[in-house]
Every structure is written in structure tokens, then in C-alpha cells.
T-cell receptor, first 116, second 115 residues
């Protein structure tokens, strides 16, 4: 069965702190994709990153970085030097290749609050 | 490039009524997926349409249905509304071609309140 777990429901940090959002997934498929999406108060989910199951390279994009470890089935997201604009709900999601892409399994989300 | 457009943005219905929500995907995208978001259940997949055919389906009762038109626009319908159907309904589009990596582009959603 496919499942995505984001154990942290809410995180509150002060601006400029680093913060890591955890994501653990379950799947029986060997080919799958992992995602992080950001949901600001407006409601629209904004795509942040995609990793496929064959690419365990970590990625850095500005203040954002992602750590994908198949051995622990984790795909964690770190924001360095957080800013107030980072406040949002962040979702980790899984897509299995056999579903041809339209079906994402989402975690419950982590609400990040960055205080000035 | 225009994004995913959902209408209406907000609506209020009463129990037993039915509702139809509309989604216009990004131009050129042939896949449209629907998701229900509630505080208790989070984001749950409803169904996906590709080239007017339902390609994937989630675990929702038959009261939830959808369709896709030849121009890729999609509608979803919920009949015999229940209080628990109150939610944000999100539509997402993607090119839908193989290999499909699953990157979806979401609309702002239709917020349904059932009284």
C-alpha cells in the first residue's frame, strides 16, 4: 500500500532559523516519484520539487534543499535561513509510475509558521 | 501561459442537493485530476481524466463523478450532498503524456460548504 507520513503537524520558528520538514513514504513499486508542494493561504498548491526513485542525489535550490534516502524511505526538506514568506502548509507526495502520474498520495501536511 | 482555472470559487449548498464544479486546465494539458481537501482527511485523490477517459479513481462513493470534454475541460459532480462533503476541491492538470512524472499544476480550488 502507498502511504506518506509527515509526522510534524505544526512547526514554529523564528526568522533566519533553519528548519527541516520530515517525510516518510511507503510503496511497493520500484519506480515512483516524490514531490514537495507548498500551499499558501490562497489555497493553490505550488510545486517545489520532484525526485524519481532512481535519483538519490540531494538537491539544493537557493535556500531550499532536499535529502532523499531510499534506505530509510525518507524525503526531507530543509529551508535555510527561513523567512516570513515561507509560512505555509507544506505537503510531501508520492506518485507511482504505474498510475501514470495523475494520482498523488499526499501526506497530512506540515504547517510552518515563521515569526519575525 | 494561463494557469488552471476553477469555478466557482465558493459555493454554499444544502444537504441533499447536487453540485457541479468546473476546471479548465493549462492549455495543452490533457490530464485533469481532482482532489478533496478537508481538515480531517487531508488531501485525497478523487479521480483523473485523460483524453476524456477516466484513468485513475480514488476511494470515494458513487455520488462523486466526473467527466472530461474534448477540449480537456473537466467537471466533477457530487449528488445528494452530505455535511461531510464540505471541503476545498482542487483540480490539477498535467500534460499526461508518457512517461508521466506526475508533476501537477493546481488551481486555487472551489470551496464547498454544505449546510
Amino acid at each position: 500500500a502507498q502511504k506518506v507520513t509527515q509526522a510534524q503537524t505544526e512547526i514554529s520558528v523564528v526568522e533566519k532559523e533553519d528548519v527541516t520538514l520530515d517525510c516518510v513514504y511507503e510503496t511497493r513499486d520500484t519506480t515512483y516519484y516524490l514531490f514537495w508542494y507548498k500551499q499558501p493561504p490562497s489555497g493553490e498548491l505550488v510545486f517545489l520539487i520532484r525526485r524519481n526513485s532512481f535519483d538519490e542525489q540531494n538537491e539544493i535550490s537557493g535556500r531550499y534543499s532536499w535529502n532523499f534516502q531510499k534506505s530509510t524511505s525518507s524525503f526531507n526538506f530543509t529551508i535555510t535561513a527561513s523567512q516570513v514568506v515561507d509560512s505555509a502548509v507544506y505537503f510531501c507526495a508520492l506518485s507511482e509510475a504505474r498510475n501514470q502520474g495523475g494520482k498523488l498520495i499526499f501526506g497530512q501536511g506540515t504547517e510552518l509558521s515563521v515569526k519575525p | 501561459k494561463a494557469g488552471v482555472t476553477q469555478t466557482p470559487r465558493y459555493l454554499i449548498k444544502t444537504r441533499g442537493q447536487q453540485v457541479t464544479l468546473s476546471c479548465s486546465p493549462i492549455s495543452g494539458h490533457r490530464s485533469v485530476s481532482w482532489y478533496q481537501q478537508t481538515p480531517g482527511q487531508g488531501l485525497q485523490f478523487l479521480f483523473e481524466y485523460f483524453s476524456e477517459t477516466q484513468r485513475n479513481k480514488g476511494n470515494f462513493p458513487g455520488r462523486f463523478s466526473g467527466r472530461q470534454f474534448s477540449n480537456s475541460r473537466s467537471e466533477m459532480n457530487v449528488s445528494t450532498l452530505e455535511l461531510g462533503d464540505s471541503a476545498l476541491y482542487l483540480c490539477a492538470s498535467s500534460p499526461g503524456n508518457r512517461p508521466n512524472t506526475g508533476e501537477l499544476f493546481f488551481g486555487e480550488g472551489s470551496r464547498l460548504t454544505v449546510l
